[in-house]
C-alpha cells in the first residue's frame, strides 16, 4: 500500500464556526479531519502533519516558498509516493501555482481544501481529501506538476482559478477544462498540462503589484508604485491587451525607470497580443518594453514575475521566462 503524506495548511476545511463570533475561525487539527476521512485506510497509508492553520488570505509568497521547500522534505523520501497539501481556497490557486513553478519533482503533488467548513450541512472537506489521496496514489498522476483537486475534479495549477466564491465546483480551469476526475476512488486522467516549466530559485521578489485597467483610468497607481519601490507591476489590461492612454504613459515611465512590467488581461479566457496600435494599444506597449504574460490571470502573473525577479534581474531573461515560443 503506497503511503501519503497531508501536509494541513490552514483553509476552511480546518474551520468550525465559533458560537461567540458567529463565524468560522481555524479550529479543527489535522488529525480530526483525517478522522472525518473514513475509508481511505483501505487505499493509503497516511502520514498527516502541520504546517500552519492559516487562513487563505494570510499566506504569503515567503510563506509559500517555505511551504514549498516543506514539500520537497517529503517528495525526498523513498517512502512516500506523493503529497497532499491543504489550503485556505481564497488563495488556493496562486499557492498551487508557486508550487507547480518552484517543485521539480515527478512524485504528485496535490493542493486541496473545502468551500464549506465543518459547521455547515454538506462539509465537503473530508470527500475533497480523500479524492486528493486518491489521486496521490496513481501511477498516472506522476510527472503532471502540481494538481488542484476539489469536488472528484482534477486540474492544473498553472490552469485552474477560483470561478464562484460558494459554488462547490468552483474551481475551473476556464481554457481548457479539467485535466481528469476522480471517479469510484480512482484519478482518471484525460489529458496532459497545456504547458509545463519550472523556475529554480529560492527567492522571491516580493514588491510586485498588480494593477486592474478599467475605463477612464489615467497612470497615478502605477506612478505611486514605482515611487515606492516596486520592482514588477503587472497590469490586467482590457480585452486583447489595452489600456487607457494616461495610463500607457506610466507605463513608459515605469520601464524607464527600470521596473519590469507584465501585462495579462482581465478577461478570464484568451492571450494579449498586440494587435491595436492607437494609444494604449498592445503595440505601443510592446515597443516600449512591456511583457507579454500569454493567458495567465493577474494573481498568477504576478506570482511568476515574483519568482523570475528572484532567479534573475535581466529583463530580457525575464521576457524570456514569460514569452519563450508564445511570441516571436
Known amino acids: 500500500m503506497k503511503k501519503v503524506a497531508v501536509i494541513f495548511n490552514g483553509g476552511t ?18 488529525e480530526e479531519i483525517m478522522a472525518m476521512a473514513t475509508g481511505i485506510e483501505e487505499y493509503a497509508e497516511v502520514e498527516s ?27 525526498g523520501r523513498e517512502d512516500i509516493a506523493g503529497v497532499v497539501v491543504t489550503h485556505g481556497t481564497d488563495t488556493l490557486e496562486e499557492t ?78 476556464p481554457e ?19 504547458t509545463k516549466e519550472h523556475l529554480k530559485t529560492n527567492v522571491v521578489e516580493d514588491k510586485v503589484d498588480l494593477i486592474k485597467a478599467a ?24 480585452g486583447r491587451g489595452n489600456i487607457p492612454p494616461k495610463m500607457a504613459e506610466s507605463v513608459d515611465k515605469a520601464i524607464k525607470a527600470g521596473v519590469v512590467v507584465v501585462m495579462v488581461s482581465r478577461c478570464y479566457k ?12 498592445g503595440k505601443g506597449l510592446r515597443n516600449s518594453g512591456v511583457i507579454f504574460g500569454d493567458r495567465l490571470p493577474g ?3 504576478r506570482i511568476k514575475l515574483m519568482l523570475a525577479l528572484g532567479l534573475t534581474q535581466d529583463k530580457e531573461e525575464v521576457k524570456r521566462i514569460f514569452e519563450k515560443g508564445l511570441y516571436n
Open 13 to 30: 476545511i480546518s474551520m468550525k464556526v465559533d458560537p461567540k463570533l458567529q463565524a468560522a475561525v481555524p479550529t479543527l487539527s489535522g
Open 299 to 301: 494573481q498568477k502573473a
Open 270 to 281: 484568451g492571450r494579449v497580443l498586440d494587435s491595436y496600435g492607437y494609444p494604449g494599444g
Open 49 to 75: 502533519v502541520t504546517f500552519s492553520s492559516l487562513p487563505g488570505p494570510h499566506m504569503t509568497p515567503q510563506t509559500m516558498m517555505e511551504l514549498a521547500r516543506y514539500v520537497e522534505t517529503f517528495l
Open 215 to 238: 475605463t477612464g483610468m489615467d497612470g497615478k497607481l502605477i506612478d505611486y508604485c514605482v515611487s515606492t519601490g516596486s520592482k514588477g507591476i503587472v497590469i490586467e489590461a482590457m
Open 96 to 173: 498551487a501555482y508557486f508550487l507547480d513553478l518552484v517543485i521539480d519533482n515527478k512524485k504528485p503533488v496535490v493542493v486541496t481544501g473545502s468551500m464549506r467548513n465543518s459547521s455547515e450541512l454538506g462539509y465537503d472537506g473530508p470527500a475533497n481529501l480523500t479524492a486528493s489521496i486518491c489521486t496521490a496514489i496513481s501511477e498516472e498522476a506522476a510527472s503532471r506538476g502540481v494538481l488542484v483537486c476539489l469536488n472528484d475534479e482534477i486540474n492544473c495549477a498553472s490552469e485552474v482559478t477560483k470561478e464562484h466564491s460558494m459554488h462547490l465546483n468552483t474551481f475551473k480551469s
Open 176 to 194: 481548457f477544462g479539467p485535466i481528469g476526475i476522480v471517479d469510484t476512488n480512482k484519478a482518471i486522467f484525460y489529458r496532459d498540462a497545456a
